[in-house]
T-cell receptor
Framework: AQSVTQLDSHVSVSEGTPVLLRCNYS??????LFWYVQHPNKGLQLLLK??????LVKGINGFEAEFKKSETSFHLTKPSAHMSDAAEYFC????????????FGQGTTLQVKP | DTAVSQTPKYLVTQMGNDKSIKCEQNLGHDTMYWYKQDSKKFLKIMFSYNNKELIINETVPNRFSPKSPDKAHLNLHINSLELGDSAVYFC?????????????FGPGTRLTVL
């Protein structure tokens, strides 16, 4: 069965410092992996997606993630945090049965301090 | 140009009432979904429709009934509302012919049952 585990429920960084949000996945297949962001009282926005084309994936707003099959990880990074990055981040794996079902991680709250 | 829209944004109602949430997408997608986000921000799929046909029905009480009048709309009707139904409900859509099957989410409907 597919699953994702976000290793930190809460991450706090200072503005201008790097961001690392950790995600491990479990999959019997070559997975499709996503990172979504949810700003307070807003819907979910796609940050980036991995589809087996390239292991380093660049997304919007300076975020990127690297797919590491040997470590079953898909960590999200950004070189320099901005106050507007404060939000909830979800690592997501897609069910391989072409049903479109997304399986969400528990979420990581990113706090950015001035 | 809202891609996926939901109405209402907020819904406050009494236990035992029946209510509906509407969802519309103008992306031309064939597949639409309903997700529930609980108080701990955990997201789980409830239903999925492809071209007006039900393709995913997770373990959801039969008080919840999705209705798809056409492929651009997927409404969620809830009978005999209970306190535990309080949550944020998200609609999403995708094009299954797209290789990554990216899902685009609406802004959410916050349901509060008193």
């Amino acid at each position: 069965a597919q699953s994702v585990t976000q290793l930190d429920s809460h991450v706090s960084v200072s503005e201008g410092t790097p961001v690392l949000l950790r995600c491990n996945y479990s999959s019997s297949y070559s997975p499709s992996l996503f990172w979504y962001v949810q700003h307070p009282n807003k819907g979910l926005q796609l940050l980036l997606k991995y589809t087996s084309a390239a292991t380093l994936v660049k997304g919007i707003n300076g975020f990127e993630a690297e797919f590491k099959k040997s470590e079953t990880s898909f960590h999200l990074t950004k070189p320099s945090a901005h106050m507007s990055d404060a939000a909830e981040y979800f690592c997501v794996v897609s069910d391989p049965g072409n049903t479109g079902k997304l399986i969400f991680g528990q979420g990581t709250t990113l706090q950015v301090k001035p | 140009d809202t891609a996926v829209s939901q109405t209402p944004k907020y819904l406050v109602t009494q236990m035992g009432n029946d209510k509906s949430i509407k969802c519309e997408q103008n992306l031309g997608h064939d597949t639409m979904y309903w997700y529930k986000q609980d108080s701990k921000k955990f997201l789980k799929i409830m239903f999925s429709y492809n071209n007006k046909e039900l393709i995913i029905n997770e373990t959801v009480p039969n008080r919840f009934s999705p209705k798809s009048p056409d492929k651009a709309h997927l409404n969620l009707h809830i009978n005999s509302l209970e306190l535990g139904d309080s949550a944020v409900y998200f609609c999403a859509s995708s094009d299954p012919l797209e290789s990554t099957d990216t899902q685009y989410f609406g802004p959410g409907t916050r349901l509060t049952v008193l």
